[in-house]
């Protein structure tokens, strides 16, 4: 057994091409069987490496019996061993998480740091985790039921970027039998055998109650393991072309024609694909459909995003910042710089001076301008008098004219002065500063950078 799983455990690696001989490795060990069975592997095939252990303070004297042997393994082996303790339950507190999401929280950003901060011994290339073929198992399962999609049920990928698992190839049963040939010893883990943890209750509990239905449950699990993963690269080849058709990136935003989208099949897969980037969930998916033939402005929300009906599109963008914006325009200023770009501010004689059309450019009488001016986001309630017009027009309504789209709303900006709006930037000036024939100065606002 002893000569067979070492020439599996080689073998694995060299078929899943997981790290060189020459590669330094960061193993990580509770003290269980897993962890040591793996110590023993590594060292049996040559490899160099490191121990990590931590101490979750989470079972009292159980959990300091456990760093104590893992101080002793580094000694057997005569390798460095680093430690860290954790006060796991105040950090599940205040990060509002459960026990076992905030240890491997903890646990993953530690490792990560000992990398990188690790100077008086060689910087190890990969972290080692002792996950095992049974812990694939209920990991596939486990998301099933969690309904993660299609991508949980590859279960535990054999290198998560500078994480290796190298022994998803065994069975619980083979390292214990491995531990029990080379006389290993190890430590048990109290907290294995409740089904106080979701884990637990898969392996304790459901695993063995399916093998009495189905007594080849664990075979069948680990074959459909690799059938997903197989299944897995097609649907992404599939999902990937389908998205690089319908998505049109315009700045931060993401467009989606909504005609198009709706032929999309099948429109809720794709549609998930789609939003779940941007912090939506799989149960916002309907909601974001419904989307599809609601009336413009309409919009959903996640943590970061928002999907918005705007037409014939669908358009993906960034929450908006809370932060109020108003920036002051001292006499004397040349240039500005705000979220939407820059506008350059330049005093020029009336003589011979040409009209300019653009909208990115506003030419106001400069006797009619008194500073300072301020620079702010319009809001609710703003009017101005429009170009070419004797009235003055709500904001809200000039925009409806203009057909904009409500994250351009939202990016509107203004130059107000004595409470009067000049200026709406990029759009149109306010029809009292403009220039006339009287005008024998002019000042020149001049925007660039804008989407």
């Known amino acids: 057994m002893l000569q067979q799983l070492t020439v599996l455990f080689e073998s694995y690696i060299k078929k899943e091409n997981l790290f060189r001989q020459k590669d330094k490795l960061l193993l990580a060990v509770s003290g269980g069987v897993d962890s040591v069975v793996l110590c023993e592997l590594c060292k049996q095939a040559g490899y160099d490496f490191l121990i990590a252990h931590c101490n979750f303070q989470l079972r009292g004297a159980e959990s300091n019996r456990d760093e104590k042997f893992v101080r002793s393994l580094a000694e057997k082996y005569q390798v460095e061993v680093f430690v860290k303790k954790f006060d796991t339950e105040k950090y599940a507190e205040e990060n509002k998480l459960s026990i076992q999401v905030a240890a491997r929280e903890l646990r993953y950003t530690w490792f990560n740091e000992v990398i990188l901060t690790n100077s008086k ?25 969690k309904g993660t999609g299609i991508k949980g049920l590859h279960g535990i990928l054999p290198r998560q970027k500078n994480i290796i698992h190298p022994l998803l190839f065994a069975k619980k049963e083979e390292l214990l039998a491995f531990a029990t040939e080379h006389k290993l010893e190890f430590v048990e883990d109290s907290s294995n055998a409740s089904d106080k943890y979701t884990r637990n209750y898969f392996r304790n509990e459901l695993i063995p109650g399916l093998q009495k239905v189905f007594p080849q449950v664990e075979e069948n699990l680990l074959n459909n393991i690799e059938r997903f993963n197989e299944i897995e690269i097609l649907y992404r080849r599939s999902v990937d072309q389908i998205k690089k058709k319908l998505l049109e990136p315009r700045g931060n935003e993401i467009h989606i024609p909504v005609l198009k989208l709706l032929k999309a099949e099948p429109l809720n897969t794709i549609v998930y694909e789609i939003i779940k980037d941007f912090g939506f969930t799989a149960h916002q998916t309907e909601e974001v459909i419904g989307l599809l033939k609601s009336e413009s402005g309409k919009f959903i929300e996640s943590s970061t995003h928002r999907v918005i009906k705007n037409r014939n599109w669908i358009i993906i963008s960034p929450n908006l910042s809370t932060e109020t914006w108003h920036i002051q325009i001292e006499e004397g200023v040349n240039a500005i710089r705000f979220a939407e770009g820059k506008i350059d501010i330049e005093n020029r004689s009336a003589e011979n001076f040409k009209l300019n059309a653009s909208t990115l450019i506003a030419q106001l009488d400069a006797a009619q301008i008194e500073f300072p001016l301020l620079l702010r986001k319009w809001k609710k309630g703003d009017y101005f008098y429009p170009l070419g017009m004797n009235k003055k027009k709500k904001l809200s309504r000039f925009f409806g004219d203009q057909k904009l789209s409500l994250t351009q709303k939202e990016k509107t900006w203004v130059v107000e002065m004595n409470k009067k709006i000049i200026w709406v930037v990029g759009l149109r000036i306010d029809d009292r500063f403009k220039i006339t024939d009287k005008t024998k100065k002019l000042l020149q606002f001049t925007l660039s950078g804008s989407e």
């Open 121 to 145: 011994f060689q910087i190890p290339d990969y972290i080692l985790t002792a996950h095992h073929a049974n812990d694939n198992m209920e990991t596939l399962l486990m998301n099933f039921f």
